[in-house]
């Protein structure tokens, strides 16, 4: 059995399709998110899908003073990590956090200031351990900010140049970094949002993270089309981008 991979937001459906790929190929796992039951039911069905070890435990990535110790909990209960995948995140309500800044904190929060919250932790042990990967997931939206999603869009936008930065200091420790940038995905976060195109499915994010892992990625788009399409969007001169209904 290979050692084990902390997965953060582990009921989200990019994270089981992630938690599949990986228990297939003979991980073990530890699972965290805030729901505790449905991570239960989780690690059983991979348990028995794959015989292999899956653990699991309460996180709330809110809770930024905990951090360290979380970190240090799962290290105790599974020795030493392979590596740690994040996919906790929250659209929110776009329309209300343009005007309440309330409702935009806590996307930034949960989305950025989160995020590198947890990562410090890990990129730390990662650094000593000298080996082993953190892989995060953003989104095309952190690409580019636009009036529909510029609150979300600009946390996963802030955690893709911290994601960068945490690649270039820790490459010479020989850790991956790899950042995730899905397209729109059909997952409980989207269900039923109006305006979706060329909607992937988690299987297919999960499936590109473990070969992106293997292939020592710095940085996937998926589906990879999601690359040409961003590129394009980010020639747009600003002059007439910022006239664009989008
Ligand atoms: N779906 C898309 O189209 C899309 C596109 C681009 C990027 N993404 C990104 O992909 C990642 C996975 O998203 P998904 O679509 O699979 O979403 P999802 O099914 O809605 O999952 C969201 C995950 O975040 C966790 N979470 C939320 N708040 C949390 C908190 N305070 N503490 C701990 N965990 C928390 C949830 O766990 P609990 O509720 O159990 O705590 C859940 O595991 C996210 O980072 C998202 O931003 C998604």
Same mark, same amino acid.
């Given at each position: 059995?290979?050692?084990?991979?902390?997965?953060?937001?582990?009921?989200?459906?990019?994270?089981?399709?992630?938690?599949?790929?990986?228990?297939?190929?003979?991980?073990?796992?530890?699972?965290?998110?805030?729901?505790?039951?449905?991570?239960?039911?989780?690690?059983?069905?991979?348990?028995?899908?794959?015989?292999?070890?899956?653990?699991?435990?309460?996180?709330?990535?809110?809770?930024?003073?905990?951090?360290?110790?979380?970190?240090?909990?799962?290290?105790?209960?599974?020795?030493?990590?392979?590596?740690?995948?994040?996919? !906790?995140?929250?659209?929110?309500?776009?329309?209300?956090?343009?005007?309440?800044?309330?409702?935009?904190?806590?996307?930034?929060?949960?989305?950025?200031?989160?995020?590198?919250? !947890?990562?410090?932790?890990?990129?730390?042990?990662?650094?000593?351990?000298?080996?082993?990967?953190?892989?995060? !997931?953003?989104?095309?939206?952190?690409?580019?900010?636009?009036?529909?999603?510029?609150?979300?869009?600009?946390?996963?936008?802030?955690?893709?140049?911290?994601?960068?930065?945490?690649?270039?200091?820790?490459?010479?420790?020989?850790?991956?970094?790899?950042?995730?940038?899905?397209?729109?995905?059909?997952?409980?976060?989207?269900?039923?949002?109006?305006?979706?195109?060329?909607?992937?499915?988690?299987?297919?994010?999960?499936?590109?993270?473990?070969?992106?892992?293997?292939?020592?990625?710095?940085?996937?788009?998926?589906?990879?089309?999601?690359?040409? !399409?961003?590129?394009?969007?980010?020639?747009?001169?600003?002059?007439?981008?910022?006239?664009?209904?989008?």
């Amino acid at each position: 059995m290979k050692r084990p991979v902390l997965i953060l937001g582990a009921t989200s459906a990019i994270a089981r399709a992630t938690a599949n790929a990986l228990a297939e190929k003979g991980y073990s796992l530890y699972l965290a998110s805030r729901d505790e039951q449905e991570l239960g039911r989780i690690a059983q069905d991979l348990r028995v899908r794959y015989h292999t070890d899956v653990q699991y435990g309460f996180y709330d990535i809110g809770n930024l003073e905990r951090n360290p110790l979380f970190f240090q909990q799962v290290l105790q209960r599974t020795g030493e990590l392979e590596g740690v995948i994040l996919a !906790i995140g929250e659209l929110g309500k776009q329309t209300a956090a343009i005007h309440d800044f309330n409702e935009a904190e806590k996307i930034i929060r949960r989305n950025y200031v989160g995020a590198c919250a !947890i990562l410090t932790p890990c990129a730390d042990y990662m650094e000593k351990l000298k080996k082993g990967f953190i892989v995060a !997931i953003t989104s095309v939206a952190g690409d580019r900010g636009r009036q529909s999603n510029y609150v979300y869009g600009s946390a996963k936008g802030g955690l893709t140049i911290f994601l960068q930065g945490l690649r270039n200091r820790l490459s010479a420790s020989g850790v991956q970094v790899m950042t995730v940038k899905p397209g729109f995905v059909d997952t409980a976060m989207t269900f039923g949002l109006p305006g979706m195109f060329l909607v992937a499915q988690p299987s297919q994010v999960g499936n590109a993270i473990v070969r992106g892992i293997e292939k020592k990625k710095n940085e996937i788009y998926v589906p990879w089309f999601w690359s040409t !399409i961003m590129g394009v969007i980010k020639c747009i001169p600003e002059r007439l981008f910022k006239n664009m209904k989008l």
